[in-house]
């Protein structure tokens, strides 16, 4: 599936974005938000001027809004959490590791062997009771001898649960020592980015505005789909379709119809009085006749936008499946200090 969208993606970006090569300014001042298309991305980053912005980016929601002015070329340094490799312990962590090893190790010797001495004993009386003699010699001093060694394979199970009760303390507190941490710099951010456990990615911005950022997975970094965010692309009280499906869709709602060739997109404004509910049909077109699609519900609010994707379903490639977000209008000051 993955694979399919980023064929989708890499041919719909185009005619998507509809941006030349080359930034039209080599200086914008932009405002920007975020989401990602496939997994989230909790470790994110960005370079303005001299600092590394931080941001984590979900699949659910867009972040929060970011300010950025310089270059036209945005570039992203995202970490994979997957590929990323853990702090080396410290050496003294390392001793109280190895200490920990050692006496659990022990302790699963001694405790195996204690379990089978117990049974060889068991076995050694129940035999002695069945012949119905009396024991030998031999067998007196051959069941001193185990009792002998069960009570040293007791002692030393307790000793070693003492050890093994010290050393995982040990660890404990040693682990829970905050590492020394240099203060991050861009140099270290820019040796970082080059390593295959931090893909980078850019994002070309042509003028000022507000933008939608949408990430996506691309072999082993992403690529960015930019939208424009303004009232006339996209406002609030209205759902915003991008057809991703390979056929042209039709979206039929309270007497409007809204066709989409692949690869393309278009909005929707919500008719009827506010709070109340709307009815989306969505089926893909063919030369014969309409095929069968869905059928979406939506509230609607005016502070509320819906963002859906169109996409194929691999079982049925004349279906068509889908994937909203919805985005609700960030308070205003004046709601905010009521």
């Known amino acids: 599936m993955r694979l399919l969208l980023t064929i989708l993606w890499t041919i719909g970006v185009v005619s998507l974005q509809a941006q030349p090569v080359k930034p039209d300014r080599d200086h914008v001042s932009v405002r920007f938000r975020a989401m990602s298309f496939d997994d989230p ?50 050496p003294a962590l390392q001793n109280a590791l190895q200490r920990l090893r050692r006496a659990q190790a022990a302790t699963l010797q001694i405790s195996q062997e204690h379990e089978q001495t117990m049974e060889f004993l068991q076995k050694f009386q129940l035999r002695t009771t069945e012949d119905n003699r009396k ?13 002998l060694r069960l009570q040293e394979l007791a002692a030393a199970l307790t000793a070693n649960a003492k050890e093994t009760e010290e050393a995982n303390l040990t660890v404990l507190r040693l682990e829970a020592i905050p590492e020394p941490t240099a203060p991050p710099t861009v140099q270290s951010a820019l040796k970082q980015s080059a390593l295959p456990s931090a893909p980078t990615t850019e994002c ?26 303004n009232n006339d692309a996209f406002p609030y009280g209205s759902q915003q379709f991008i057809n991703l499906t390979g056929l042209t869709v039709a979206v039929v709602a309270e007497e409007v119809r809204l066709t989409l060739k692949s690869n393309t997109r278009g909005t929707l404004l919500n008719k009827g009085p506010d709070f109340g509910y709307s009815l989306r049909q969505i089926h893909a077109e063919s030369q ?7 059928t979406l519900r939506i509230l609607r609010n005016p502070d509320l936008r819906t963002l859906t994707f169109l996409l194929p379903d691999p079982d049925n490639p004349q279906s068509i499946r889908y994937r909203s977000v919805e985005d609700v209008r960030p308070p205003t000051v004046d709601k905010a200090k009521r």
């Open 204 to 229: 070309t911005f042509h003028k000022d505005g507000n933008y939608l950022l949408i990430f996506y997975a691309a072999g082993n970094g992403y690529q960015i789909m930019t939208l424009e965010d």
């Open 41 to 90: 991305i909790p470790e994110a980053s960005y370079l303005s001027g001299e600092r590394l912005h931080r941001i984590d980016i979900p699949t659910d929601s867009f972040t929060s809004e970011q300010t950025y002015a310089g270059a036209g070329n945005l570039r992203f340094v995202t970490i994979d959490l997957k590929s990323k490799k853990p702090p080396s312990p410290s």
């Open 135 to 147: 024991p030998t010699s031999g067998d007196l001093a051959q069941l001193q001898a185990l009792s």
């Open 288 to 294: 014969d006749a309409p095929l069968s699609g869905r």
